[in-house]
């Protein structure tokens, strides 16, 4: 077990608290144990946390057992600041430039490039994690290696973009024309967009043309159905029958 200073035991304890967080394995488990990583803290060490506030109770929930089981593993005192989505980025900027505040902060984007320097080197923990668990996404090290060495952060996780492109919205928004079938057309479609300079414009105000007439704007018929729907499946709840797809009429 190698000796380390504060500096060095927080590059580990930075991705543990990270990788305890979604429950990507034990980290503490024998298996793991075994592998040649393994870090050893200084005395009386404490460690405080930023990260953005809960969504559902569940998930900080969640997350204050994975930080009491480190606590009771390490000795170490852990401090969760819990704050708004958007209030985190600028005190991580703010924690970046004082070299005061947090050791650990929750982000999201691209805030760990935005001071890369102030950042710990994490790249021996994400080899070692990378390896122990098949890998990392290729989202994940094109934000946290950007040079393909060192690693500025340790990844939570990944989303990718094309789960959010619909047709049907796209439609409800009167740009049919937006409509890609395949991922050639789609990613030409986007450099068409990226570089044609008088195309994104026109879309635009063809858009703001529309927030008066489609679906898509038009809160309160979304609401009439939101409501129709929950009142379907309440009725059928009562009724004892089991879940099922069901349509909502447009004219609800």
């Not at 852990?78 to 050791?103: F, I, L, M, Q, S």
Request: net charge neutral; with cysteine; hydrophobic share 40%.
């Amino acid at each position: 077990m190698t000796e380390l200073n504060r500096r060095r035991f927080l590059e580990g304890s930075a991705g543990i608290a990270a990788t305890a967080a979604i429950g990507t394995g034990a980290v503490w488990a024998p298996s793991v144990q075994a592998q040649t990583l393994a870090y050893k803290a200084e005395k009386d060490a404490k460690l405080r946390v930023l990260r953005w506030s809960r969504f559902v109770q569940g998930d900080i929930d969640a997350y204050m057992v994975n930080v009491k089981k480190f606590s009771d593993k390490t000795g170490i005192e852990v401090r969760v600041d819990n704050e708004g989505w958007e209030d985190v980025r600028p005190k991580a900027a703010v924690a970046a430039n004082t070299g005061a505040g947090p050791d650990i902060i929750l982000s999201t984007n691209d805030d760990a490039n935005l001071y890369p320097e102030k950042l710990l080197d994490v790249t021996d923990l994400c080899e070692y994690l990378g390896k122990k668990y098949g890998g990392w996404y290729p989202s994940c090290e094109a934000f946290l290696r950007p040079d393909g060495k060192k690693w500025l952060g340790v990844p939570l996780g990944s989303a990718g973009a094309m789960q959010v492109y619909r047709e049907s919205m796209l439609k409800a928004a009167g740009l049919p024309e937006l409509v890609t079938t395949s991922l050639d057309d789609y990613e030409a479609l986007a450099l068409k967009l990226a570089t044609d300079t008088a195309l994104l414009p026109s879309f635009r105000r063809k858009l703001a043309d529309h927030r008066s007439t489609c679906p898509l704007f038009d809160g309160d018929r979304f609401r009439r159905h939101v409501e129709a729907a929950y009142t379907t499946m309440w009725d059928r709840h009562r009724r004892g029958e089991s879940p099922r797809h069901f349509r909502v009429d447009p004219n609800a």
